[in-house]
């Protein structure tokens, strides 16, 4: 039998899960999408699972085809308790961003010092703070990627930076760890209340 359009659609939909503590001590998972598809487990990881089989058997299909379509929200917590979870997760997601920036720039760097203004692995590694042998790993990592060192940069992106440049240029009791932590914060406070508006739709 062929599957109708809207039978289709509930097979390749994504959910979102919301997940409380009981006055027993369980973990109640539940479907926003679907409130029929609901679950408990002593552990949030197990809650977790049972939900997945529970959505399983409510669409007929194998686990496997609907655990990365669920979304799990923050598990209902006390309010100070919750900012504060929000808070280390945006830090950790800004971390993990600002981490990965780093690495392309110090890449983008070393092929530039080389390739670029000719200098040797070991005066490049010297400017840079590293050891000649990373250089050496960036710079033939950046030769077989064959990609190009720069992508474009969004208008909005270069506004922020602009302006930011101009506050530390005509304010010097700034100094750039001070604005960058600042900036983190404020990155934080937006991360935090876009999961906000996401949970409360």
Do not use: N
Not at 31 to 53: N, S
Not at 73 to 98: G, H, K, M, Y
């Amino acid at each position: 039998m062929t599957k109708t359009q809207t039978e289709t659609e509930t097979e390749s939909a994504t959910y979102h899960a919301r997940l409380q503590l009981d006055s027993s001590g369980q973990w109640l998972a539940e479907l926003e999408e679907i409130p029929q598809v609901h679950t408990f487990g002593r552990t949030l990881g197990k809650a977790r699972e049972y939900l997945v089989d529970a959505l399983a058997l409510w669409l007929d299909v194998h686990a496997d085809c609907v655990k990365d379509r669920i979304t799990f929200r923050i598990p209902a917590l006390p309010e100070e308790t919750r900012d504060a979870v929000q808070e280390a997760l945006a830090a950790r997601e800004i971390s993990e961003a600002i981490g990965k920036l780093s690495a392309e720039a110090l890449s983008g760097a070393s092929v530039a010092l080389v390739e670029d203004a000719h200098l040797s692995m070991r005066d490049a590694a010297d400017i840079l703070g590293i050891s000649h042998q990373r250089v050496q790993q960036l710079v033939a990592a950046s030769r077989s990627a064959a990609t190009p060192r720069h992508g474009t940069v969004p208008q909005y992106v270069m506004d922020v930076a602009q302006s930011l440049e101009e506050h530390l240029t005509t304010d010097p009791d700034w100094d750039l760890s001070e604005m960058a932590s600042s900036v983190v914060r404020g990155l934080a406070a937006a991360w935090i209340t876009m999961h906000e508006t996401e949970s409360a739709q």
